[in-house]
Nanobody
Framework: QVQLIESGGGLVQAGDSLRLSCAAS????????MGWFRQAPGKEREFVAA????????YYADAVKGRFTISRDNARNTVYLQMNILKPEDTAVYYC?????????????????WGQGTQVTVSS
């Protein structure tokens, strides 16, 4: 059983940056592909970014491509989401998720483990 704890959210202004962290425990972290998803009020949860278990492959939603960067440190059992040039439409609760597989998925139903989420609010 993998436990995930996100941190790093907050209230920022448009154009600012934030780095989210997701610390994993309870499993062999390097066996899991990791993803970040977000859910804005009144909207469905959506894919943001994902990384393969070795870190060699990443994928981004079009809405964040070029602004967000996902990375992982398997020695620290942590995955990160660096978010730059934040926009008000990035406001959401951000969740990390783990999938016991080499490769990631963009579908939330293919991730078995989820964190509790961290709020990101971007003011205009």
């Amino acid at each position: 059983q993998v436990q995930l704890i996100e941190s790093g959210g907050g209230l920022v202004q448009a154009g600012d940056s934030l780095r989210l962290s997701c610390a994993a425990s309870g499993g062999t972290f390097s066996f899991y592909a990791m993803g970040w998803f977000r859910q804005a009020p009144g909207k469905e949860r959506e894919f943001v970014a994902a990384i393969s278990y070795g870190g060699g492959s990443t994928y981004y939603a079009d809405a964040v491509k070029g602004r967000f960067t996902i990375s992982r440190d398997n020695a620290r059992n942590t995955v990160y989401l660096q978010m730059n040039i934040l926009k008000p439409e990035d406001t959401a609760v951000y969740y990390c998720a783990a999938r016991r597989a080499f490769y990631y998925s963009t579908h939330d139903n293919e991730y078995a483990y989820w964190g509790q989420g961290t709020q990101v609010t971007v003011s205009s």
